[in-house]
């Protein structure tokens, strides 16, 4: 697959670090598995990682945490 951000770069498995912010509460998750750009660093996820991200981001919302640093669990 190519990338569709930078139109030339091969898109393979690995794992990305995102960053998250809502209001006041910015939450980094690492390890999140995806593909990844080999060209750009652009990244893409499936629909079932994009759900249990936004859950983990969700719930740090709830707790009113400020900067929170999670390690991606399935």
Do not use: F
Not at 38 to 56: F, I, K, N, P
Request: aromatic share 4%; hydrophobic share 40%; net charge neutral.
């Amino acid at each position: 697959m190519k990338c569709v951000i930078c139109k030339s770069g091969s898109v393979e498995p690995g794992t990305v670090t995102v960053t998250l912010q809502r209001g006041q509460t910015v939450v980094v998750i690492k390890e999140v598995p995806g593909k990844v750009c080999l060209q750009c660093g652009e990244y893409y996820l499936d629909v079932a990682v994009t759900d249990r991200v936004m859950s983990m981001a969700e719930e740090a919302v709830k707790r009113n945490a400020e900067v929170e640093i999670l390690r991606y669990a399935a």
